[in-house]
């Protein structure tokens, strides 16, 4: 248990923010729910809930797998982040459907009704204030490898969606999710007044459409992401940036194999590198210490570095990244 709580600190802030406010902003929609009955406020409730459990195991994922790699899982615990988020999205799949099928009986079932409508604006209004700080956490955590001139102000916007791929598994799933949530928070309350203003009663019915669709996209992402991780997916962008860098090093032949492999939060970079054969020992070592300090240095989130020496055998196996 102590340690449990000793790895809590390591979790993912952005997940634990989402986890909380989203608590309490699902209560406050239960409430508007239950007091107005009104659908879209429904399919807001749904929504909240959804984030809050999915960004609360999420937080907890990611702290588990900073755990230190043990004599019977020798090769850590990186990946955990990306089983976790295998299972929540099960949950955001299901509130996903139940979303969309109450939209679709509301549409068939349409009444006009002003009663409660500043409560539900309210509600809502107050609710994409919250997700917006949530959103904005998330920004930061994506983009806090950048120097601060190219995101101070608004433009932190624009570059967080630019660098979203480059993005912690956790952060990404709190960023994607936000997006739907603030979204949704706005269209919701677009169609109350659509719906209560105007002979398009329905309106409420269709933005549950909506949001239900949007939430079951954000499923697709972040399953594919995920499932990828598990496996272990490679980098291929940050291979080829490592590959250009190496070829510049003056006793560095040619690369025979680069493997940049991404383990939830982690990089595992394995590659095999040619050499003059009448290189000392010292020299190669001298070689593998300035390539794992660079790489450590200048690269997020790097946990081992494994370098295999060969001899130049006069034939070019690595090429410019744009020619692969």
Known sequence: MRELIGLLKFGSQSALWAAIINTVVAIIKTAAYLITGNVAMFAEM???????????FVFIGSALSKKEPTERFPGGFGRLVNLVLLGAVLVVGV????????????????VHSEDWFWLNIGVLGTAAILEAFVLYKAMKEITEH??????SGFKIIPMSYKHVKEAKPATKLVFLEDNVAVGGALLALVAIVISTYTPFHSATGYAS????????????RIFL???AGVLGVA????QARIGTKLM????????????????????????????????????????????EEKLKENIKNVTDVIIEFDEDDGKATWTKPQER
């Open 209 to 220: 459409i909506i949001i239900g669709v949007s939430l079951v996209i954000v499923v697709g």
């Open 225 to 227: 992401d995920n499932a």
């Open 46 to 56: 749904m929504h909240s809930f959804g984030d809050a459990a999915n960004q609360f």
């Open 95 to 110: 509130l996903a459907y139940e979303t969309i099928v109450e939209g679709i009986h509301h549409i068939s079932n349409a």
């Open 248 to 291: 510049e090093h003056p006793h560095i032949q040619d690369i025979q194999d680069l493997h940049a492999i991404k383990e939830g939060d982690s990089l595992h970079i394995e590659l095999r590198v040619e050499v003059d054969s009448a290189m000392t020992i010292e020299e190669a070592d001298d070689i593998r210490d300035y390539i």
């Open 235 to 238: 980098d291929l962008d940050l």
């Open 146 to 151: 950048l120097p601060k001139e190219q995101i």
